[in-house]
């Protein structure tokens, strides 16, 4: 059943009612999706929560890639790349050589084969089809079908969790973290990274936003909604930043390209798919010869927008806030 935000509790962040000022946004399927926003903390949220019915038509075959792996190989080995420097800054932000982690919705599995690599104990939650099935192959990694429910796993038992894109796509994200807190060990690490509102790509593109992605991302998170957010949970914030060349440089030029070629983000969808998705064949190639100058002039834009503080991913570094139980 869909749910409608004015008549839906409050912000899972603050707890204001939300209001009056709407985001527009087309999807790639041409349907339009309106995101309302939170005037006590900026947070943006789908006017109307898709039922499991309208949501899982986004998150088909070609949404997760082709084959055995989600991007070509080239652009594969450089995502592999990034995982495993990821890996070894949360061990070094949990400041232990080993321990126990776990990685909500962990996709592929890979940044978990990583954190195995270097000696910790890995778990991990994925939602049934294509990501899940790759992550199975990986040996080790005690995985678990479905979301982040109480009883999947006991209380007080990781060292360090990590929710890599995915609070952005669950209905209730105060209920994620709360479970979250009720698994983390004492002097255990929490690491959640979502796309920035607050970047320049963001404040630039406005509902163009590669970030933006509607209807898959249910929420719209700034450093201030998501930091309330948090700390309704029962966390406290170590550390914040917001570079992110790996989704950075892509999403800077996709963003100039939504505003000149239908469907939305065709370019990444090319990527992903290996062509075939939807899109007129010569879209497809406006999209390849646009994307000579664009990737580059990207990565200079990511440059510049992470030095300034307005990156375009939104990481935040926390830890169970003293005498807090993730209580509201």
Known sequence: MSEEASGAPGCPACGAAWGNEVMACTASDGREFRYGRCPGCGL???????GPAEIAGF?????????????????????????????????????RAAGRALDVGCGDGRFLGHMQGLGWQVAG????????????????????????????????SFDAITIWHVLEHVPDPLAMLRACRELLAPGGLLVV???????????????????VDPPRHLYQFGPESLGRLLARAGFSIRRRETSSLEMGVIGAAQSVMNGLIKP?????DLL?????CPGAPAAKWI????????????????????????????RLICEGAANSSGGS
């Open 287 to 314: 999209s390849l010869l646009l994307a000579v100058p664009l990737v580059p002039a990207g990565l200079l834009f990511t440059v510049a927008e992470t030095l300034a503080g307005h990156g375009p991913a939104l």
């Open 125 to 156: 939650t994925e939602l049934p089809g294509a990501a899940f099935d790759r992550a199975q192959k990986i040996p080790g990694i005690q995985l678990k079908a479905g979301t982040l429910t109480g009883g999947l796993f006991p209380p007080a």
């Open 272 to 276: 992903r798919s290996r062509g075939k």
């Open 264 to 268: 939305r983000d065709l370019f990444y």
């Open 44 to 50: 943006y949220r789908l006017t109307t929560l898709p």
């Open 59 to 95: 998150y088909d075959a070609a949404y997760y890639g082709a084959g055995e792996r989600k991007f070509p190989a080239l652009m594969d080995q450089v995502r592999n790349l990034f995982l495993r420097r990821r890996a070894t800054r949360v061990a070094g932000w949990a400041g």
């Open 193 to 211: 990274e979502v796309p920035n509102t607050d970047s320049w790509q963001n404040q630039l593109a406005g509902p163009l936003a590669f970030n």
